[in-house]
Protein backbone atom coordinates (compact mmCIF):
# COMPACT_ATOMS: atom_id res chain seq x y z
CA UNK A 1 0.00 0.00 0.00
CA UNK A 2 1.57 3.56 -0.67
CA UNK A 3 0.42 5.21 2.53
CA UNK A 4 2.63 2.95 4.07
CA UNK A 5 5.70 4.94 2.89
CA UNK A 6 4.07 8.16 3.77
CA UNK A 7 5.56 9.78 6.52
CA UNK A 8 3.30 12.93 8.35
CA UNK A 9 3.95 15.13 11.12
CA UNK A 10 1.28 17.52 12.22
CA UNK A 11 1.46 19.91 9.02
CA UNK A 12 3.61 17.55 6.82
CA UNK A 13 3.22 14.58 4.79
CA UNK A 14 6.24 12.69 2.96
CA UNK A 15 5.73 10.62 0.70
CA UNK A 16 7.01 8.09 -2.30
CA UNK A 17 4.93 7.75 -5.53
CA UNK A 18 6.61 4.31 -7.22
CA UNK A 19 6.38 3.89 -11.26
CA UNK A 20 4.75 0.56 -12.49
CA UNK A 21 5.59 -1.95 -14.96
CA UNK A 22 2.64 -4.06 -17.01
CA UNK A 23 3.72 -7.49 -17.03
CA UNK A 24 0.75 -7.91 -18.80
CA UNK A 25 -1.59 -5.98 -21.16
CA UNK A 26 -4.67 -7.14 -23.24
CA UNK A 27 -7.35 -4.67 -24.59
CA UNK A 28 -10.86 -5.89 -24.90
CA UNK A 29 -13.66 -4.73 -26.86
CA UNK A 30 -14.63 -0.32 -27.22
CA UNK A 31 -17.63 -0.28 -24.24
CA UNK A 32 -20.57 2.07 -24.72
CA UNK A 33 -18.35 4.88 -22.60
CA UNK A 34 -15.87 5.19 -25.16
CA UNK A 35 -13.16 3.19 -23.25
CA UNK A 36 -11.79 0.10 -23.98
CA UNK A 37 -12.32 -2.76 -21.49
CA UNK A 38 -8.55 -4.14 -20.22
CA UNK A 39 -7.14 -7.22 -18.22
CA UNK A 40 -3.56 -6.56 -17.21
CA UNK A 41 -0.89 -7.56 -14.57
CA UNK A 42 0.89 -4.80 -12.95
CA UNK A 43 3.57 -4.58 -10.52
CA UNK A 44 5.16 -1.54 -8.78
CA UNK A 45 8.86 -0.87 -9.14
CA UNK A 46 11.42 0.76 -6.94
CA UNK A 47 11.76 4.27 -9.09
CA UNK A 48 10.02 6.82 -7.12
CA UNK A 49 8.83 10.57 -7.50
CA UNK A 50 9.23 12.12 -4.03
CA UNK A 51 6.04 14.05 -3.14
CA UNK A 52 5.64 16.76 -0.23
CA UNK A 53 2.80 17.86 1.18
CA UNK A 54 2.58 21.04 3.34
CA UNK A 55 -1.16 22.25 5.11
CA UNK A 56 -2.09 25.26 3.75
CA UNK A 57 -5.16 27.54 5.15
CA UNK A 58 -6.73 26.85 1.54
CA UNK A 59 -4.74 27.57 -0.99
CA UNK A 60 -3.39 24.83 -3.65
CA UNK A 61 0.16 25.26 -5.74
CA UNK A 62 2.14 22.95 -6.97
CA UNK A 63 5.62 23.17 -7.89
CA UNK A 64 8.19 20.72 -9.59
CA UNK A 65 11.84 20.18 -10.63
CA UNK A 66 11.13 19.80 -14.38
CA UNK A 67 9.91 23.59 -15.84
CA UNK A 68 7.88 22.32 -19.06
CA UNK A 69 5.30 20.38 -16.47
CA UNK A 70 2.11 22.27 -15.44
CA UNK A 71 1.56 23.78 -12.10
CA UNK A 72 -1.73 24.71 -12.20
CA UNK A 73 -5.06 23.24 -12.20
CA UNK A 74 -3.74 20.99 -15.53
CA UNK A 75 -1.65 19.21 -13.00
CA UNK A 76 -2.91 15.89 -12.09
CA UNK A 77 -2.16 16.54 -8.13
CA UNK A 78 -3.22 20.05 -7.62
CA UNK A 79 -6.56 18.40 -9.54
CA UNK A 80 -6.75 15.71 -6.60
CA UNK A 81 -6.43 18.50 -3.79
CA UNK A 82 -9.62 19.65 -5.80
CA UNK A 83 -11.35 16.90 -5.80
CA UNK A 84 -10.30 15.54 -1.94
CA UNK A 85 -11.36 18.85 -0.66
CA UNK A 86 -14.79 18.47 -2.27
CA UNK A 87 -15.41 15.16 -1.53
CA UNK A 88 -14.28 15.65 2.15
CA UNK A 89 -15.60 19.00 2.61
CA UNK A 90 -12.47 19.99 4.77
CA UNK A 91 -11.39 23.84 4.18
CA UNK A 92 -7.72 23.45 4.48
CA UNK A 93 -5.81 23.04 1.41
CA UNK A 94 -2.10 21.91 0.17
CA UNK A 95 1.87 23.15 -0.88
CA UNK A 96 3.02 20.41 -3.51
CA UNK A 97 6.60 19.85 -3.99
CA UNK A 98 7.19 17.13 -6.71
CA UNK A 99 10.63 16.13 -7.27
CA UNK A 100 10.22 13.82 -10.44
CA UNK A 101 12.38 10.68 -10.96
CA UNK A 102 10.00 9.15 -13.15
CA UNK A 103 10.15 10.12 -17.09
CA UNK A 104 7.15 11.89 -17.64
CA UNK A 105 4.69 10.35 -20.56
CA UNK A 106 6.45 7.04 -20.41
CA UNK A 107 3.92 4.42 -19.77
CA UNK A 108 5.18 3.76 -15.95
CA UNK A 109 2.48 6.22 -14.37
CA UNK A 110 4.11 8.81 -13.17
CA UNK A 111 1.15 10.95 -13.15
CA UNK A 112 -0.98 8.75 -11.71
CA UNK A 113 1.47 7.76 -8.98
CA UNK A 114 1.46 11.33 -7.82
CA UNK A 115 -2.26 12.04 -7.81
CA UNK A 116 -2.63 8.59 -5.40
CA UNK A 117 0.42 9.99 -3.37
CA UNK A 118 -1.54 13.31 -2.54
CA UNK A 119 -4.92 11.15 -1.91
CA UNK A 120 -3.41 9.33 0.14
CA UNK A 121 -1.20 12.16 1.75
CA UNK A 122 -4.53 14.04 2.32
CA UNK A 123 -5.82 11.65 4.27
CA UNK A 124 -3.34 11.21 6.59
CA UNK A 125 -3.25 14.92 7.06
CA UNK A 126 -6.48 16.11 7.57
CA UNK A 127 -7.42 12.44 9.88
CA UNK A 128 -10.80 12.16 7.26
CA UNK A 129 -10.30 8.15 8.09
CA UNK A 130 -10.91 7.23 4.42
CA UNK A 131 -10.39 3.41 3.37
CA UNK A 132 -8.61 2.17 0.84
CA UNK A 133 -11.98 1.70 -1.34
CA UNK A 134 -13.10 4.82 -0.86
CA UNK A 135 -9.55 6.61 -1.79
CA UNK A 136 -9.41 4.38 -4.50
CA UNK A 137 -12.86 5.26 -6.32
CA UNK A 138 -11.92 8.95 -5.72
CA UNK A 139 -9.21 8.08 -7.73
CA UNK A 140 -10.55 6.60 -10.30
CA UNK A 141 -11.87 10.09 -10.77
CA UNK A 142 -8.93 11.16 -11.97
CA UNK A 143 -7.41 8.62 -14.32
CA UNK A 144 -7.56 4.66 -14.38
CA UNK A 145 -4.21 4.09 -13.09
CA UNK A 146 -4.65 5.93 -9.91
CA UNK A 147 -6.30 3.27 -7.96
CA UNK A 148 -4.08 1.03 -8.78
CA UNK A 149 -1.37 3.41 -7.71
CA UNK A 150 -2.69 3.64 -4.48
CA UNK A 151 -3.02 -0.07 -4.02
CA UNK A 152 0.73 -1.12 -5.36
CA UNK A 153 2.20 -4.39 -5.17
CA UNK A 154 0.91 -7.26 -7.48
CA UNK A 155 -2.60 -6.70 -9.14
CA UNK A 156 -4.93 -7.85 -11.72
CA UNK A 157 -6.65 -4.98 -12.74
CA UNK A 158 -9.95 -5.18 -14.89
CA UNK A 159 -12.77 -3.09 -16.05
CA UNK A 160 -10.78 0.26 -17.50
CA UNK A 161 -8.38 -0.63 -15.33
CA UNK A 162 -10.43 -0.17 -12.09
CA UNK A 163 -11.24 -3.16 -10.92
CA UNK A 164 -8.31 -4.48 -9.01
CA UNK A 165 -7.29 -7.79 -7.41
CA UNK A 166 -4.23 -8.05 -5.64
CA UNK A 167 -1.70 -11.11 -6.19
CA UNK A 168 0.94 -12.43 -4.24
CA UNK A 169 3.89 -10.90 -4.31
CA UNK A 170 5.95 -11.22 -7.69
CA UNK A 171 9.51 -13.03 -7.68
CA UNK A 172 12.44 -10.49 -6.68
CA UNK A 173 14.39 -9.23 -10.22
CA UNK A 174 16.56 -5.98 -11.32
CA UNK A 175 14.33 -4.33 -13.69
CA UNK A 176 15.90 -2.21 -16.47
CA UNK A 177 14.04 0.64 -17.48
CA UNK A 178 14.71 1.97 -20.89
CA UNK A 179 12.83 4.66 -22.23
CA UNK A 180 13.36 6.14 -26.19
CA UNK A 181 12.98 9.67 -26.94
CA UNK A 182 9.48 9.66 -28.53
CA UNK A 183 6.01 10.79 -27.29
CA UNK A 184 3.23 8.68 -27.21
CA UNK A 185 -0.01 9.34 -26.99
CA UNK A 186 -2.25 6.91 -25.05
CA UNK A 187 -5.37 8.56 -26.65
CA UNK A 188 -4.42 7.44 -30.48
CA UNK A 189 -3.37 4.00 -29.34
CA UNK A 190 -6.04 2.81 -28.00
CA UNK A 191 -8.16 4.72 -31.14
CA UNK A 192 -6.01 2.39 -33.56
CA UNK A 193 -5.54 -0.86 -31.71
CA UNK A 194 -8.49 -1.81 -33.36
CA UNK A 195 -7.50 -1.69 -36.54
CA UNK A 196 -4.35 -3.86 -35.89
CA UNK A 197 -3.81 -7.73 -35.95
CA UNK A 198 -3.15 -8.83 -32.83
CA UNK A 199 -0.46 -11.84 -33.24
CA UNK A 200 0.04 -12.68 -29.53
CA UNK A 201 -2.76 -12.09 -26.89
CA UNK A 202 -1.52 -12.45 -23.21
CA UNK A 203 -2.19 -15.81 -21.13
CA UNK A 204 -2.71 -14.19 -18.31
CA UNK A 205 -3.60 -17.04 -15.96
CA UNK A 206 -0.45 -18.70 -16.58
CA UNK A 207 0.92 -15.14 -15.61
CA UNK A 208 -0.86 -15.11 -12.51
CA UNK A 209 0.58 -19.29 -11.89
CA UNK A 210 4.16 -17.87 -12.44
CA UNK A 211 4.11 -15.13 -9.86
CA UNK A 212 2.04 -17.87 -7.09
CA UNK A 213 5.06 -20.16 -7.85
CA UNK A 214 7.40 -17.39 -7.57
CA UNK A 215 8.84 -18.85 -10.62
CA UNK A 216 10.76 -15.48 -12.13
CA UNK A 217 11.65 -17.40 -15.38
CA UNK A 218 8.15 -18.82 -16.45
CA UNK A 219 7.05 -15.02 -15.53
CA UNK A 220 9.24 -13.67 -18.05
CA UNK A 221 8.06 -16.03 -20.19
CA UNK A 222 4.41 -14.61 -20.02
CA UNK A 223 5.44 -11.45 -20.68
CA UNK A 224 2.96 -9.43 -23.12
CA UNK A 225 1.45 -6.10 -23.94
CA UNK A 226 -0.86 -6.17 -26.99
CA UNK A 227 -0.26 -2.44 -27.19
CA UNK A 228 3.10 -3.16 -28.73
CA UNK A 229 1.55 -4.00 -31.84
CA UNK A 230 0.35 -0.91 -32.77
CA UNK A 231 3.68 1.60 -31.13
CA UNK A 232 6.05 -0.90 -32.55
CA UNK A 233 4.37 0.20 -36.57
CA UNK A 234 5.88 3.40 -35.61
CA UNK A 235 8.88 3.31 -33.73
CA UNK A 236 10.94 0.49 -34.42
CA UNK A 237 13.87 1.66 -31.80
CA UNK A 238 11.41 -0.39 -28.89
CA UNK A 239 11.83 -3.96 -30.38
CA UNK A 240 15.60 -2.92 -30.92
CA UNK A 241 15.92 -2.30 -27.28
CA UNK A 242 14.03 -5.56 -26.22
CA UNK A 243 16.21 -7.39 -28.45
CA UNK A 244 19.33 -6.16 -27.00
CA UNK A 245 17.80 -6.03 -23.26
CA UNK A 246 17.51 -10.20 -24.06
CA UNK A 247 21.26 -10.11 -25.74
CA UNK A 248 21.78 -8.72 -22.41
CA UNK A 249 20.69 -11.08 -20.33
CA UNK A 250 17.45 -10.11 -19.66
CA UNK A 251 14.87 -13.22 -18.89
CA UNK A 252 12.44 -11.08 -20.89
CA UNK A 253 11.69 -7.58 -21.92
CA UNK A 254 8.32 -5.91 -22.82
CA UNK A 255 7.14 -1.99 -23.32
CA UNK A 256 5.19 -0.77 -20.71
CA UNK A 257 1.69 0.53 -21.14
CA UNK A 258 1.46 2.12 -24.02
CA UNK A 259 5.12 3.14 -24.31
CA UNK A 260 7.48 3.78 -25.36
CA UNK A 261 9.00 2.62 -22.09
CA UNK A 262 11.00 -0.73 -22.83
CA UNK A 263 11.67 -2.61 -19.10
CA UNK A 264 13.61 -5.96 -18.96
CA UNK A 265 13.62 -8.42 -16.13
CA UNK A 266 17.05 -9.92 -14.98
CA UNK A 267 17.86 -12.13 -12.20
CA UNK A 268 21.27 -10.86 -11.84
CA UNK A 269 22.03 -6.78 -10.42
CA UNK A 270 25.57 -7.00 -12.81
CA UNK A 271 24.10 -8.50 -15.94
CA UNK A 272 21.51 -5.50 -15.36
CA UNK A 273 23.80 -2.76 -14.68
CA UNK A 274 26.25 -3.69 -17.07
CA UNK A 275 22.89 -3.65 -20.12
CA UNK A 276 22.19 -0.22 -18.61
CA UNK A 277 26.09 1.23 -18.87
CA UNK A 278 25.16 0.54 -22.44
CA UNK A 279 22.15 2.29 -23.19
CA UNK A 280 23.48 4.55 -21.34
CA UNK A 281 25.37 5.96 -24.00
CA UNK A 282 22.43 6.29 -26.50
CA UNK A 283 19.27 6.88 -24.20
CA UNK A 284 19.03 9.67 -21.69
CA UNK A 285 16.31 7.97 -19.84
CA UNK A 286 17.92 4.66 -18.44
CA UNK A 287 17.27 3.55 -15.06
CA UNK A 288 17.83 0.56 -12.67
CA UNK A 289 15.19 -0.32 -10.70
CA UNK A 290 13.81 -3.48 -8.75
CA UNK A 291 10.21 -5.82 -8.07
CA UNK A 292 8.92 -3.42 -5.45
CA UNK A 293 6.40 -5.27 -2.79
Known amino acids: MLADDIVVTENRAIARSYAKINLTLDVGEKRGDGYHNVEMIMQTVSLFDLVILDKTKGEISVSTNLKYLPVN???????????FREETRIRGGAKIIIHKNIPVAAGLAGGSGNA????????????????????????????????????????LASGVGDVLTPLPDMPKAS???????????????????????????????????AIESGDLRAAADNLCNVMEAVTQRDHPEISEIKAKMISDGALGALMSGSGPTVFGLFDSFTAAKRSSDEFSRQYKDVYISSIYR
Not at 73 to 83: G, W
Not at 126 to 153: H, K, S
Open 73 to 83: DKNIAYKAVKL
Open 116 to 155: AAVLCAMNMLYNTGLDTRELCAMGARLGADVPYCIMGGTC
Open 175 to 209: VLLVKPPVSISTQTIYSEIDSVKIERRPDTRAMAA
